[in-house]
Antibody, heavy 122, light 106 residues
Framework: QVQLVESGGGVVQPGRSLRLSCAASGFTFTTYAMYWVRQPPGKGLEWVAFISYDGREEFYSDSVRGRFTISRDNSKNTLYLQMNSLRGEDTAVYYC???????????????WGKGNTVTVSS | EKVMTQSPATLSVSPGERATLSCRASQSVSSNLAWYQQKPGQAPRLLIYGASTRATGIPARFSGSGSGTEFTLTISSLQSEDFAIYYCQQYTQWPLTFGGGTKVEI
């Protein structure tokens, strides 16, 4: 079935780096744009980053631009989020999500992973 | 940045009742508006896109309306499994932005 599985989260000190992965299965990964969305503890949803289906286009929220990098390996059906210079306010559950339309971005998300927790603390 | 404001923050309803949730955009987002449902400990689930089109597998009791800056999600007869937090999201412009959510509780 269609599935996204995140991994790579954990506890990290401020200023350090972490890379999240999102393994896709059950659909043609190479034809869908992808997103990272995060949710701080007890708070709402915040869009973090976007990458087009072919990896040629990327967009970031102001809060992470210059520190985070989204990428994808279409040969491995895997999405990544490289997070550098982490701060306490980056503490959140990170979700990867699929665009609802092939080849778009249409920019809403119809398939979500279960989420992966990142805690930034000394 | 388009700011999305949801009201009320909490909606107390009984099973079988109708629930009406509001979402307002600071500037027009046309019909580029989605609604998501999130239950505790779970990922969000897409309910509505294009302001009024139900996503695959979403029951007919969920309906969306509106365009421009004012949107509504209506749950016609609340079932026990509908008690959750609901978020709206605009996708007319980067950055994508979500509303703060409406918690539907008993």
């Amino acid at each position: 079935q269609v599935q996204l599985v995140e991994s790579g989260g954990g506890v990290v000190q401020p200023g350090r780096s972490l890379r999240l992965s999102c393994a896709a299965s059950g659909f043609t990964f190479t034809t869908y744009a992808m997103y990272w969305v995060r949710q701080p503890p007890g708070k709402g949803l915040e869009w973090v980053a976007f990458i087009s289906y072919d990896g040629r286009e990327e967009f970031y929220s102001d809060s992470v631009r210059g520190r985070f990098t989204i990428s994808r390996d279409n040969s491995k059906n895997t999405l990544y989020l490289q997070m550098n210079s982490l701060r306490g306010e980056d503490t959140a559950v990170y979700y990867c999500a699929r665009d609802s339309v092939e080849f778009s971005p249409y920019a809403n998300m119809d398939v979500w992973g279960k989420g992966n927790t990142v805690t930034v603390s000394s | 940045e388009k700011v999305m404001t949801q009201s009320p923050a909490t909606l107390s309803v009984s099973p079988g009742e109708r629930a009406t949730l509001s979402c307002r955009a600071s500037q027009s987002v046309s019909s580029n508006l989605a609604w998501y449902q999130q239950k505790p400990g779970q990922a969000p689930r897409l309910l509505i896109y294009g302001a009024s089109t139900r996503a695959t597998g979403i029951p007919a009791r969920f309906s969306g309306s509106g365009s421009g800056t004012e949107f509504t999600l209506t749950i016609s007869s609340l079932q026990s499994e509908d008690f959750a937090i609901y978020y709206c999201q605009q996708y007319t412009q980067w950055p994508l932005t979500f509303g703060g959510g409406t918690k539907v509780e008993i």
